[in-house]
């Protein structure tokens, strides 16, 4: 489903990063959490699910592009950003490779 719902040369890991990116927008929102209790699936998606998702999905583009533009226009930006994102995935490259060697193990 995921392949096919958007177009483009778009990385699998960009897709699954963006709609757990929704998906958890979507989960702080208090009346879809009252709603979703309240109501079956079908219920809950004739409520208010779509226009909220509809305002989440500009808000994150919204938000998306003023955060690149902050990054790619301050050096200092810049530099904060390239720390925080060399730590998360330094860390999560060396767990990842610790696990490979793990389950090499005999």
Do not use: C, W
Request: net charge negative; proline share 2%; hydrophobic share 40%.
């Amino acid at each position: 489903k995921l392949n096919d719902l958007f177009d483009g040369d778009l990385p699998d890991v960009d897709k699954v990063a963006y709609i757990n990116h929704i998906a958890g927008k979507l989960m702080e929102q208090e009346i879809l959490v009252k709603q979703a209790a309240e109501n079956s699936k079908s219920q809950f998606g004739l409520g208010d699910f779509k226009g909220i998702l509809m305002d989440t999905v500009i808000a994150g583009l919204d938000n998306y592009k003023s955060m690149a533009a902050q990054v790619l226009g301050n050096d200092r930006k810049k530099q904060e950003f390239a720390d925080m994102v060399l730590d998360v995935v330094y860390e999560g490259l060396k767990t990842r490779s610790s696990q490979a060697i793990n389950t090499i193990q005999p």
